[in-house]
């Protein structure tokens, strides 16, 4: 493994480590019912923009051409606001199990738009790879993940949110390749969360303003930040440097680290143990991420 593909494991492990923290916290935050899907999307595009926008002032980007900023408002709309709008809005209708399930497809969309759109091979290892990682992280969802609070069952709609989030994050990992690998990575997120939050202004504006901010508890408050910070700014800092070194479906494998950490997590506060179900669904996990690695890339 040469150093760039290794730094590109990193930051893409790191990001989707940070998610699967996220997936827990945005649960929490919509069963405390305190503030709605579209307000918390609202804050989280125009907070993560500013913050980008405040760190390109320490970053020397070159000018971006009009063509560019123009792949950079569709990337914005594809890869961040339809992505985290469906997510947020999803979670408040659909149960964890139905909600890790879907996820757990995105793989599979990102394997088809990157063999559509950067002609990335289909191979035999990639299939068998993404199957394998995909039985393990199935069968950790059905033997593993229970949370307490939220609702019952999954709606139409919320099943619908939930694929939508899947296939439009997997387009962006897909199809803007090429366009990630000309910028650092700061420009190209200030770009694009501006974009984000001013495409999102007009359904956002309302739900913002009429929060209660006074009603929002500590807990909530610090589960919010972490979601603007840490799942916002750190993972989408870390997700281009991923995109940038590794294939778009190796990528995207590691969304089946999300159900791993929050399995961990409930085994280390006790509301789980750790069994040999649980373990094998890991490693059958990482087999899989390992499979698809060695498959053969476009350039060869």
Known sequence: MNRGNLTGHLAAGSAYAIFGLNIVFCKDIANASVISAEALFGLRMILAAAI?????????????????????????????????????????????????????????????????????????????????????????IFTSLHFSG???????????????????????????????QRYDV???MKWMF????????PFTLGPMVSVDYRSISLQVAGEIAYLVVLATFVTYTLIPIGQKNLRPTLVSMYTYLQPIIAVAVSIIAGMDVLTWQKVAAMLLVFTGVAIVNRSRAASQ
């Not at 501006?194 to 202004?201: D, M, P, R, V, Y």
């Open 52 to 140: 980008f926008w405040f760190a390109s002032i320490f970053v020397k980007g070159g000018k971006v051409p009009r063509k560019d900023l123009l792949m950079m408002l569709a990337a914005g709309v594809i890869g961040l606001a339809l992505p985290q709008y469906t997510f947020l809005k999803g979670i408040t209708m659909a149960t964890s199990i139905d909600t890790s399930i879907i996820g757990s497809l995105t793989p599979v969309w990102t394997m088809i738009f990157a063999a559509i759109f950067l002609k990335e091979p289909i191979t035999g290892k990639k299939v068998a790879g993404v199957i394998v990682s995909l039985a393990g992280v199935i069968l950790l």
């Open 150 to 180: 939220g609702i019952g069952h999954t709606t139409p709609a919320g099943a619908v949110l939930l694929l939508l989030n899947a296939i439009t994050f997997a387009a962006y990992l897909g199809i803007f390749r090429p366009l990630i």
């Open 186 to 188: 700061i420009t190209l």
């Open 194 to 201: 501006l974009f984000a939050a001013l495409s999102s202004l």
